[in-house]
């Protein structure tokens, strides 16, 4: 049985991780973007942005100022066993924000939407917020995602219905426009990591473009020819528009475009997109049926679909 203790440790240590660093594969994207751009405002803007982020890693500050929702991601075996069970793994996870926010690695973001009034602890209804996913196995992992207020509020998250008689090409329409329209809003920080859902209802469509934006790899591919098809030509096409960094102009309009998708009813294609910042933060511990605690490196969550 794996005690609180251990976990709530490892939860704690999942926000500090994702909200001070970045995974290996943003550091990559950065890199390769540094290294193509050929703006010379684009190419500083985006050195200092990483020197920034290389200093916040070092301090143990936040990467960013605006340290996000508290999102969190369960993978969790069908053998583990929790001390406490699952109530008290939603506890410990409130005990590791209010920890957090009091040290300082996040900001008091969470208001109370009508009143404005702030708990300054992160704590309120349905946040922080819960997604679980079961799985063989007797293992606990946990990933922490910051996903910005900018990223989320202004443009960054938009959704609508595709007919099918409009197919891959009304999709890919959206999915150009929306992006468009909420880099004018000047709040998604671009170039992004965009998460985009196919499928399903509305809100099943809008979890697959934050999951895919927040916890799958820059790099990686769909494993669906299609889908994979789809990533490679948006990317291109964003990529085309010269948003650069902060919209100021440049060859990097999005680090990376991601899609999953879910089968759908035939009135028509829910198609919604995520907007990821370029500060894409997540943190990820695996805990062992024997509580030995690992970091990972990135979360695997499509792991084995």
Not at 10 to 18: D, R, S, V, W, Y
Not at 52 to 62: D, E
Not at 102 to 131: Q, Y
Not at 266 to 272: H, K, L, N, R, S
Request: hydrophobic share 40%; aromatic share 8%; glycine share 12%.
């Amino acid at each position: 049985m794996i005690k609180k203790e251990i976990y709530e440790n490892a939860i704690f240590q999942a926000i500090c991780k994702g909200a001070t660093t970045i995974a290996p594969d943003v550091r990559a994207a950065f890199e390769k973007a540094i290294g193509k751009e050929s703006r010379p405002a684009a190419k500083e803007g985006l050195e200092k942005t990483l020197e920034s982020i290389n200093l916040s890693a070092k301090l143990k500050n936040p990467a960013c100022p605006d340290t996000g929702w508290p999102i969190f991601y369960f993978k969790i075996g069908n053998e583990c066993q929790l001390e406490g069970g699952m109530m008290a793994l939603e506890e410990a996870t409130r005990n590791a924000v209010r920890r957090a926010t009091k040290e300082g690695f996040l900001r008091a973001t969470m208001k109370h939407p009508l009143t404005g009034a702030d708990p300054g602890d992160n704590i309120g209804s349905n946040v922080p917020n819960f997604t679980y996913q079961f799985v063989p196995g007797a293992d606990l992992e946990v990933t922490y995602v910051a996903k910005g207020g900018g990223s989320e509020c202004f443009g960054g998250t938009r959704h609508r219905v595709v007919a099918f008689a409009d197919g891959i090409k009304g999709i890919e329409k959206f999915v150009i426009d929306s992006f468009v329209e909420a880099t004018r809003s000047g709040g998604i920080c671009p170039p992004n990591v965009l998460g985009i859902g196919i499928g399903g209802t509305a809100n099943i469509a809008a979890n697959l473009a934050k999951e895919a934006a927040c916890l799958r790899t820059i790099g990686s591919h769909h494993p669906d020819a299609p889908f994979r098809q789809i990533e490679e030509d948006l990317y291109e096409a964003l990529n085309s528009l010269g948003v650069g960094i902060m919209g100021i102009g440049g060859d990097t309009s999005v680090l990376g475009v991601n899609v999953e998708y879910a089968h759908t009813h035939i009135a028509g294609i829910c198609v919604a997109i995520s907007s990821n910042c370029m500060v894409a933060r997540r943190g990820s511990f695996r805990v062992l049926a024997d509580g030995t605690v690992e970091e990972m490196e990135s979360p695997d969550w499509f792991e084995g679909r």
